[in-house]
């Protein structure tokens, strides 16, 4: 398994807290992505970066921003949560070459259930 | 913009039996790859198959296979002899070779329940 972890696993938080969730990898690839899941959407990606402090944003960014200072850490940051913002958080992370061609093979971090109230 | 459609919300098959996962996919690109994710009970996004738009042959992972159809652009799972641990949530995804699309599109999804 990719080494991905995300920190914390669980958080219930009050509209309008600032959060942060905290995605880290081990295995030194250029590619780091948050996705959101929610019902009847799958996974929908809200910003990437492709490379330290290098980022985009995704098709739901509004309301997010993220930062990666080095390449083992990418996070996610509500400045003011919503309840809209309840959902499941993941973190991906990609750098898969095969025959010399990149293929975005992203492997997953375990998520981090967000609630807020 | 690609678009990736599931149009089976729930399926459920017999242990043992052989069940086909739909999903067709929208794209203006002629080289991608496509992917089926599983999700198990735990969360975890698990990789399960890939195919890169430019073989023909249909990729195969031991009793899961794709049947890759570039014309119609349809990309189907096939999951043979079927486990009890095979239940879980099914996500094909596309991605496309440059720039910003190397973002993951994912499906609803196909929540597959395998009977005893």
């Known amino acids: 398994d990719a080494g991905i972890t995300q920190s914390p696993r669980h958080k219930v938080t009050e509209t309008g807290t600032p959060v942060t969730l905290r995605c880290h990898q081990t295995e030194n690839h250029r590619y780091m992505y948050w996705y959101r899941q929610d019902p009847g959407h799958g996974l929908r990606l809200i910003h990437y970066?492709?490379?330290?402090?290098?980022?985009d944003k995704g098709e739901v960014s509004d309301g997010y921003s993220v930062s990666r200072s080095k390449t083992e850490d990418f996070l996610l940051t509500l400045e003011s949560a919503t309840s809209s913002q309840t959902s499941v958080y993941f973190c991906a992370i990609s750098e898969s070459f095969l025959e010399g061609r990149y293929i975005n093979e992203q492997f997953f971090g375990p998520g981090t259930r967000l609630t807020v109230l | 913009a690609q678009t990736v459609t599931q149009s089976q919300p729930e399926m459920s098959v017999q242990e043992a039996e052989t069940v086909t996962l739909s999903c067709t996919y929208d794209?203006?690109?002629?080289?991608?790859?496509l992917f089926w994710y599983k999700q198990p009970p735990s969360r975890q996004m698990i990789l399960v198959i890939r195919q890169e738009a430019y073989k023909q042959q249909n990729a195969t992972e031991n009793r899961f296979s794709v049947n890759f159809q570039k014309a119609a652009k349809s990309f189907s799972l096939k999951i043979s002899d079927s486990q009890l641990g095979d239940t879980a949530m099914y996500f094909c995804a596309f991605t496309g070779e440059s720039g910003s699309a190397r973002q993951l599109t994912f499906g609803s999804g196909t929540q597959l329940t395998v009977l005893p």
């Open positions: 794209t203006s690109e002629n080289n991608y790859y």
């Open positions: 970066s492709y490379g330290v402090k290098d980022t």
